[in-house]
């Protein structure tokens, strides 16, 4: 089992930044692909950003990649989604999930979820 506890969310205006962090305990955390996903109320949960067990792999969702950032610190098992020059359309409730074995980014593969946080951005 893997437990995962976010923080960070909040309220932030538009071209504002936020970094979430995501707290991981259970077990050998560098054995786990981690990922960020969100999701807004009617819609279903869509894919953020992905890195890999030992960081050198990222992915992120097309329309994100260039405004937010994914690393890691194996040391603190702790991932991290930083997030810059935010938009109204950012506005979720932001995921962070686990998953052994192979890296993808398939929401439906990812085996541990934390409870959430939510990110309000003001236009």
């Known amino acids: 089992q893997v437990q995962l506890v976010e923080s960070g969310g909040g309220l932030v205006q538009a071209g504002g930044s936020l970094r979430l962090s995501c707290a991981a305990s259970g077990r050998t955390f560098s054995d786990y692909t981690m990922g960020w996903f969100r999701q807004t109320p009617g819609k279903e949960r869509e894919f953020v950003a992905a890195i890999s067990g030992i960081g050198g792999t990222t992915s992120y969702a097309g329309s994100l990649k260039g405004r937010f950032t994914i690393s890691r610190d194996n040391a603190k098992n702790t991932v991290y989604l930083q997030m810059n020059s935010l938009k109204s359309e950012d506005t979720a409730v932001y995921y962070c999930?686990?998953?052994?074995?192979?890296?993808?980014?398939?929401?439906?593969?990812?085996?541990?979820w934390g409870q959430g946080t939510q990110v309000t951005v003001s236009s």
């Open positions: 999930a686990a998953k052994g074995k192979y890296y993808n980014t398939y929401v439906s593969s990812y085996e541990y």
